[in-house]
């Protein structure tokens, strides 16, 4: 079979690019100036997605013939998305992030490198190089789009997007692009754009009426706004928030840690529904119950005020989180694996408070050291910015895990080597073949290639058989809910599926169960269950979690959009550092085939045994 695990021949590291023009663009005619609603699924996800389209040379398209046909067309289609022109705020109301719709413009350079096109090597390979292909703007006033387009010594070029994801998804994008091709040949726009975005609205009032296990919580208690040690407990998303104040509802379930039905965690239990760490289920353990008389001091803030938690500025060791002062146990101890005793602190042994060292890489709350660890640090020494806006506002997580991985898209601290690992037609067509002994034979090609991803990509690394691991992977929800979202919908309108099997299963379990615990989770995803998630994010910001995500690319389309100066020969996105993200792609070989491109980024040992399970698995009977 064709399958290979393919390393780029010392892919260039400098790609010579020299700017020669930055200018902002504006919309053609005098658009509205309005907010524009975003929903909770777009205020999640607001970071930035930088995408590469290369084209070869077309000597009826000089340079400077692109240059202005893409300007213009640029300017033509801001009328129709003039949020493109706009810039992310927070509603001083409501304390929703929207967008402020005041036609500030967008960013369009031009550049050139030295370099042919050719001498860039296998385009498919993910080359950090490429980040000088797109605009990153310096200024604090940051754009949604910017658009760089540099040539190359061969007469062939690449166009760079760099967008807001909080502006639009993937095929919102593709819509986008598709209107833009038209405009730049002066034809007209073949989708018009809807831009309701309250068709993904948050219920009145919200019904959570799922568990969620595949989202963990942006915790607000411990923004860095400021980008100073700023006080937790920090009220600044909303009037008065006050993480532990459940004055906002009966149910505000601040510190959500969402295990299951043994709720209610830090319930003060004094006669009121008011659950502090509730975690959403509307039981009552009452786990570190205040009420039995003790003076535990469960989260116990010294000072009688609100702000710094976790402070050791006082030169004291003022106990936080201190289960009384007898003993030193585990308190918020996630040691054990999925099944652990939450915010148990029964053991009475000298453990680590909010300790994850049995699962993951960086001890997190660890006190066992007998030093002052860095509190809320990831261990990294620097601040770790999750769904790092980069629109002036950093969400530092605080996330009680099952032992698995937490958050998706943050970069990765480690140095990792990245591979592209290609899939012929008949691999795909062997896999499918090894998914028969499920209940229902009609599985996808994605389904098996995701099952086989999750398997090679959770025992590439160290692991207990009987913990678990999470495979997450993105569903486009348009179709199934009712009624279903219009064609030209422009959002994102993307939800996680998940599906989680205990290691010992992934291991010496069946394959073709795995590619029904997939399917499962893609069935999974209807109008309830995707209303269910979108309700959550009103009560509580969440992101994906999970130890792996694959995001295909397959049939989103970017490479048949038909510009005046041809299609593109190669659409990949920007290389990042997030080893949990696996990406899939269409070969665009001349010609085509149903074939599939893997981009993997692993730490170098860890991608060695990913690759040798990646052929074994695939190739064994």
Not at 477 to 494: C, H, Q, T, W, Y
């Amino acid at each position: 079979m064709g399958t290979s695990g393919q390393k780029s021949a010392s892919p260039l590291s400098d790609l010579k690019v020299t700017i020669h023009e930055t200018s902002t663009i504006f919309p053609s005619k005098q658009t509205e100036n309005k907010c524009l609603f975003l929903s909770n699924i777009d205020k999640v996800v607001n970071f930035d997605v930088e995408t590469l389209h290369f084209f070869a040379a077309n000597k009826a398209f000089s340079l400077q013939k692109v240059a202005e046909k893409l300007k213009k067309a640029l300017e033509d289609v801001l009328v129709h998305y003039s949020f493109l022109a706009g810039r992310l705020r927070q509603n001083a109301e409501t304390k929703r992030l929207e967008i402020d719709c005041n036609a500030k413009g967008a960013a369009f350079v031009v550049a050139s490198s030295k370099h042919k096109l050719s001498e860039l090597g296998d385009l498919a390979y993910p080359n950090p190089a490429f980040a000088k292909l797109v605009h990153k703007s310096k200024d604090k006033d940051l754009p949604l789009c910017a658009v760089q387009l540099t040539s190359f010594d061969c007469g062939g070029f690449a166009m760079g997007f760099t967008t807001s994801h909080a502006a639009f998804d993937g095929l919102s994008f593709k819509t986008f692009l598709d209107n833009l091709a038209a405009l730049a040949a002066n034809k007209p726009m073949p989708v018009m754009p809807c831009h309701d975005r309250h068709l993904l609205a948050a219920r009145s009032p919200p019904r959570v009426t799922f568990a969620h296990p595949e989202l963990a919580e942006l915790d607000y208690s411990l923004i860095a706004s400021t980008g100073t040690e700023s006080n937790v407990f920090d009220a600044s998303r909303g009037p008065k928030s006050n993480v532990f104040d459940v004055s906002k509802g009966p149910k505000s379930n601040v510190f959500d840690v969402s295990k299951g039905p043994e709720s209610n965690v830090f319930d003060a239990s004094k006669g009121t529904e008011s659950n502090i760490f509730d975690a959403c289920k509307g039981t009552k353990s009452n786990v570190f119950d205040a009420s039995k008389g003790t003076k535990s001091n469960v989260f116990y803030i010294s000072k009688g005020t609100g702000s710094n938690v976790f402070d050791d500025s006082k030169g004291t060791e003022s106990n936080v989180f201190d289960a009384s002062k007898g003993t030193k146990s585990n308190v918020f101890d996630v040691s054990k694996g999925p099944e652990s005793n939450v915010f148990d602190a029964s053991k009475g042994t000298e453990s680590n408070v909010f300790d994850t060292s049995k699962g993951t890489e960086s001890n997190v709350f660890d006190a066992s050291k007998g030093t002052k660890s860095n509190v809320f640090d990831a261990s990294k020494g620097t601040e770790s910015n999750v769904f790092d806006a980069s629109k002036g506002t950093k969400f530092n997580v605080f996330d009680v895990s099952k032992g698995t991985g937490s958050n998706v898209f943050d970069d990765s601290k480690e140095k990792l080597d990245f591979r592209v690992f290609k899939l012929t037609p008949e691999d795909i067509v062997s896999l499918k073949e090894k998914a028969k002994g499920s209940t229902n034979d009609n599985n996808t090609g994605f389904n098996a290639i995701t099952a086989h991803i999750w398997r090679c990509k959770a025992l590439s690394a160290p692991y207990d058989p009987m913990g678990s691991s999470t495979v997450l992977f993105p569903v486009d929800i348009r179709s199934k809910l009712n009624p279903p979202l219009p064609e030209g919908f422009v959002g994102n309108a993307v939800l996680t599926a998940f599906a989680t099997a205990k290691y010992e299963e992934l291991e010496k379990g069946e394959f073709s169960r795995l590619v029904e615990m997939v399917k499962e989770g893609a069935e999974r995803m209807n109008d309830e269950y995707a209303r269910s998630v979108i309700d959550r994010g009103e009560l509580c910001d969440g992101f994906p979690r999970g130890d792996v995500l694959v995001s295909s690319w397959q049939r989103l389309g970017f490479e048949k959009v038909e510009y005046p100066w041809g299609k593109p020969k190669y659409c990949c996105p920007v290389v990042h550092q997030r080893k949990e993200i696996i990406l899939l792609f269409p070969p665009f070989v001349a010609g085509g085939d149903d074939g599939i491109n893997l981009i993997v980024a692993l730490p170098p040992k860890k991608l060695e045994k990913f690759e040798n399970l990646f052929h074994t698995f695939l190739h064994s009977v």
